[in-house]
């Protein structure tokens, strides 16, 4: 049996060394080197580098469209750097792909990073940005942790590496259940930690693989007070956790990647979802041991929705409006999603907008200050009010190039008779457009269809029903009329004064004042006689201008329109 007095001495700096080359004889590099060929960034006073460090695991979620755009505004609005990293550290959740459509996906809504992965590559000088490729970087930092006596080797059963390799980014953030025995667990560890020179060499020899743990030097029970920049100050507990830095395949944790690349890389802020809390005694530790600066860090609130009941529950990536890929089907233009975003991150931004609406949501002074620190809630309703608005201070031209683009990916048909005469096509568009109050008919570029359909003969149905309590017969013989005075060439006034005529000729009033001040003595009023030449041209009792959309029609489609809704009735 080995004396206590012959175990490791982790304080003993020759037998550190000792260690230290025989776990990694390989690395010649000192973290003094490393550190050379990443430069420091020459950047202004206050420049923010941040950057968003995603799982190729999946889709973009909403949620993670939140710290993209605060990391994004916070790095461009002060002059600084945004990059994207990719953190495919995980190779059993990764997803082929995902990478490269989560990038196009980031772009498609306007999220622009001056260095990182891209479509095609990388670019930037703090790469590689694929933590998969800066494994020996990593072992730089490892070697010398365990060369300071702050980390060690953990040589265990084949089925002990199998769940320490399957702890992954996800699994590392969840906190202890209730079941948690801190003793038997501080047992664990320190046997752990006892080992010699000796039993690594023979565990070497022999071919065993091992995980490389942190020695922390923590206690739970000590707590410092730490800012975090949307929290606060909070109380963090000091770490008491050997966690593993690097897997049995020598690949890092998240833990420890995150803390070299964000030193190499200048990262000054650290913006990511406040379920990361748990994990923040262990970074602070980790950045302390390798003796370098931490970042400054921003714990966002969670997405909320409410359920069937009324009640907040967590947008999962189940829930519909998570997936960031379904807003282009769903044909919202990316302005729009971008626009609600900010309404979600900033109290005051709707304020501002009102204010300021022909400007850009980059235009906004972004402030983390009026973030909330209780979660946000995700709301369609919103984000539909949102995307009108949007919408309606787009140009003719604009909602062509929108619609037109969603339409061949997602209705070809469509597409088809949107393109078959784009000028008449703008035109359509055109209705309503500029002015103090312009028209907000569609939300999204699906919408538009509902919208504008009539506008094309394929398209065209009668959806509403008469209006209730209507004579059939007096509208016949007012459609019948309309039709053989009608001429494409009158101008607004002149066509209106003839539906007027038309509706004194058969009993409904010209004059909305006199309709309301005695409607016992007519029929009904010029809005009835508008409403009935509505339906049969457009199929529909609500639409845009009727006089825009018969000149848009012209002559022989509205004439043959109103007659055979006549003769139906």
């Known amino acids: 049996m080995t004396d206590v007095k012959d175990f490791f001495d982790f304080d003993d700096a020759e037998k550190c060394q000792a260690l230290a080359e025989l776990l990694f004889p390989e690395v010649t590099e000192t973290p003094e080197q490393c550190l050379e060929r990443f430069p420091k960034r020459e950047l202004k006073e206050g420049a923010k580098v941040t950057r968003f460090a995603p799982s190729p695991t999946g889709f973009l979620h909403f949620g993670g469209l939140f710290p993209t755009t605060v990391g994004e505004r916070l790095a461009h609005q002060s002059g600084g750097v945004f990059i994207l990293r990719i953190e495919d550290t995980d190779a059993k959740r990764e997803v082929e792909g995902a990478a490269e459509k989560l990038i196009v996906t980031l772009d498609h809504y306007g999220i622009k990073f001056d260095e990182g992965a891209t479509a095609d590559g990388e670019k930037g000088i703090y790469g590689p940005y694929y933590q998969s490729k800066r494994g020996p970087i990593y072992h730089v930092f490892a070697k010398q942790l365990v060369r300071e006596g702050k980390a060690y080797p953990c040589f265990t059963s084949d089925e002990e590496l199998m769940k320490m390799n399957a702890v992954d980014k996800k699994a590392e953030i969840k906190e202890k259940d209730w079941h948690f025995d801190a003793e038997a667990a501080r047992e664990q560890m320190l046997d752990q930690r006892r080992f010699t020179l000796d039993d690594v060499k023979s ?3 022999k071919g065993e693989k091992f995980v490389l743990r942190i020695k922390s030097n923590g206690s739970a029970e000590n707590k410092r007070k730490f800012t975090d920049l949307i929290k606060g100050t909070i109380d963090v507990p ?26 190499l890389m200048g990262t000054t802020h650290v913006i990511r979802g406040e379920e990361w809390l748990p994990s923040l005694p262990k970074h602070l530790q980790l950045f302390a041991y390798l003796g ?15 359920d069937e009941n009324g009640a907040k529950k967590k947008l999962s990536k189940r829930d519909m409006g998570a997936n960031m890929e379904d807003y282009r089907r769903m044909g919202y233009a990316p302005d729009c999603v971008m626009e609600y975003v900010m309404t979600l991150l900033n109290s005051n931004y709707e304020e501002w907008h009102m204010q300021n609406p022909d400007k850009k949501y980059t235009d906004f002074p972004f402030d983390i200050k009026k973030m909330s620190t209780s979660g946000c809630l995700f709301d369609f309703a919103k984000l539909n009010d949102v995307s009108k608005n949007v919408l309606s201070r787009y140009s003719a031209d604009r909602i062509y190039e929108g619609v037109t683009e969603w339409a061949s990916d997602y209705d070809p048909d469509f597409c088809r008779l949107l393109t078959r005469d784009p000028e008449y096509t703008k035109r359509v568009f055109a209705i309503g457009r500029g002015g103090k109050k312009p028209r907000k008919d569609f939300g999204t570029w699906g919408e538009t269809k509902g919208y ?32 053989e005075q009608f001429d494409i060439a009158d101008d607004q006034n002149v066509w209106f004064d003839k539906i007027k005529a038309i509706a004194d000729k058969y009993g409904y009033a010209s004059d909305m004042k006199a309709y309301k001040a005695s409607p016992e003595a007519f029929k009904g009023s010029v809005a009835d006689v508008s409403s009935f030449m509505r339906l049969a041209v457009t199929g529909r009792l609500n639409s845009p201008d009727m006089y825009e959309v018969m000149q848009i029609l012209g002559y022989e489609r509205v004439v043959n329109r109103i007659n055979n809704f006549a003769k139906a009735l």
Do not use: C, W
């Not at 394929?458 to 016949?476: I, N, Q, R, Y």
């Open 203 to 205: 565990s070497l020899e």
């Open 238 to 263: 000091e770490n008491d956790e050997d966690f593993v830095l690097l897997k049995s395949d020598g690949i890092p944790t998240y833990h420890f990647a995150h803390a070299v690349d964000d030193r």
């Open 292 to 306: 370098f600066k931490a970042p400054k860090y921003m714990h966002i609130a969670q997405i909320m929705r409410l």
């Open 452 to 483: 504008m359909g009539f506008f094309f003969d394929e398209l065209f149905s009668v959806t509403d029903s008469f209006p209730e309590g209507k004579s059939a017969e007096d509208a016949k013989k007012m459609l019948f009329d309309f039709a």
